[in-house]
């Protein structure tokens, strides 16, 4: 749920141009020119500990571009990215559940950002870059 959280969240920030793959999920790269690769971790602390708990989360996006116009396209999405998500905090609803109340939150940190674009690749077809975020989650007392 963590997951469907952040990657909903990750849709209305960068907008409908950027499509999201999260784990389980394929995508057609001839169909795309834009897309974001989430994957979050989610450690959870030893067993029985009491509700209210915080959970350390990791959250790491990896931002593709094909190269055309603007061969720098993933680093401004990443750029994006970072400036919408750092210090963010997310809520997690129920999608199970047709009301969908939130059961807990995500807190993150701030992102580092590494341009993984080699020099030569931004001449030819994909630019990359990678964005880590570090923090915490909290489920609703309760929960």
């Given at each position: 749920?963590?997951?469907?959280a952040i990657a909903?969240?990750?849709?209305?920030?960068l907008?409908a141009?950027?499509?999201?793959?999260?784990?389980g999920?394929?995508?057609?790269?001839?169909?795309?020119?834009?897309?974001?690769?989430?994957?979050?971790?989610?450690y959870?602390?030893?067993?029985?500990r009491?509700?209210?708990?915080?959970?350390?989360?990791?959250?790491?996006?990896?931002?593709f571009?094909?190269?055309?116009?603007?061969?720098?396209?993933?680093?401004?999405?990443?750029?994006?990215?970072?400036?919408a998500?750092d210090?963010?905090?997310?809520?997690?609803?129920?999608?199970?559940?047709?009301?969908r109340p939130?059961?807990?939150?995500?807190?993150l940190?701030?992102?580092?950002?590494?341009?993984?674009?080699?020099?030569?690749?931004?001449?030819?077809?994909?630019?990359?870059?990678?964005?880590?975020?570090?923090?915490?989650?909290?489920?609703?007392?309760?929960?």
């Amino acid at each position: 749920m963590v997951t469907a959280a952040i990657a909903s969240e990750w849709k209305e920030e960068l907008g409908a141009g950027v499509d999201v793959v999260t784990p389980g999920r394929r995508l057609d790269g001839d169909a795309s020119s834009e897309w974001a690769e989430l994957d979050v971790e989610l450690y959870t602390g030893r067993a029985g500990r009491p509700s209210g708990r915080f959970d350390a989360v990791t959250v790491i996006a990896n931002v593709f571009a094909k190269a055309g116009e603007d061969a720098y396209r993933a680093r401004e999405i990443a750029d994006t990215a970072k400036a919408a998500f750092d210090g963010r905090t997310v809520a997690v609803p129920d999608y199970d559940l047709s009301g969908r109340p939130v059961i807990g939150y995500v807190r993150l940190g701030e992102a580092t950002l590494r341009d993984l674009t080699r020099s030569t690749a931004v001449r030819q077809e994909l630019s990359q870059c990678s964005l880590i975020w570090r923090g915490t989650a909290q489920p609703i007392a309760g929960l």
